[in-house]
């Protein structure tokens, strides 16, 4: 009986043993191999920003059908879209092929430009949704959201961006854009021109934009990681 415990223990505490070295042993994944950890946590960057851009596009889509609901068409909110969105001026990659085709210093500075581009409108829509009358029972917590993903979303692109130069995918030309504000054409402020429909319309347009050229992006550059 004694000797049948004593087989026990010991093919526990073998089991256990075996357990831990075989933990040990993977986990150290990048122990060896430095440069695969620094492309993985870049992978894991853009995994971030994709998700965040996915869900700011998901709520100012959301809000433009929100606000095509909320006015009737007889009222004359709706149907007279100009489409001649204040980001216009910035020259932007159309479809798949071109933005692959584009530099990765000129798709990541396309990315930041639009973004820093709707930092004032939104906080403009933001304050004139809790003033204006007809907009009293608008979504006015989704509108400061949206206007808080704009920077937060930019702030990680810019780390994405800081990480390609230090790994050498990029060159340094992209670190001048801390001044963005100042890149940006004058006609960047046509935007308080246009009214809350079309504002929403350019911004749910230009955040599926965003989002697209930020998984190209990354399947240019990490194409091993989820492309």
């Known amino acids: 009986m004694l000797g049948n415990l004593t ?3 010991v093919l526990l505490l073998c089991l256990t043993l075996g357990s831990q070295l075989t933990d040990v042993a993977a986990a150290p994944l990048c122990t060896n191999a430095p440069a695969r950890c620094r492309i993985l946590a870049l992978a894991n960057l853009f995994d971030r920003v994709i998700q965040h851009s996915a869900r700011m596009h998901g709520i100012s889509n959301g809000l433009h059908s929100e606000l095509e609901q909320y006015f009737l068409p007889s009222r004359n909110h709706i149907g007279k879209v100009s489409r001649n969105c204040h980001t216009s001026t910035l020259l932007t990659p159309n479809g798949k092929e071109n933005a692959q085709r584009m530099a990765r210093e000129e798709l990541t500075e396309v990315i930041l430009k639009l973004l820093v581009a709707w930092k004032d409108p939104l ?3 933001h304050q004139i949704t809790a ?3 007809d907009l009293a029972n608008f979504s006015l917590d989704k509108t ?5 993903m704009v920077h937060e979303l930019r702030k990680g692109v810019e780390k994405v961006a800081e990480k390609m130069q230090t790994l050498g995918i990029i060159s340094n030309s992209v670190s001048s854009l ?3 504000e100042d890149i940006l054409p004058s006609e960047s402020a ?3 021109l246009m009214n809350n429909h079309e504002l929403l319309y350019c911004f749910r347009r230009d955040s599926d934009k965003i989002q697209n ?3 190209i992006l990354k399947c240019r550059i990490v194409p091993e ?3």
Do not use: A
């Open 144 to 148: 400061l959201e949206m206007s808080n």
């Open 178 to 180: 801390s001044s963005l």
């Open 225 to 227: 990681y989820g492309c």
């Open 123 to 125: 906080w403009h829509f």
């Open 213 to 215: 050229y930020l998984k």
């Open 131 to 133: 003033h204006q009358h």
């Open 7 to 9: 087989s026990v223990w």
């Open 190 to 192: 046509e935007w308080r």
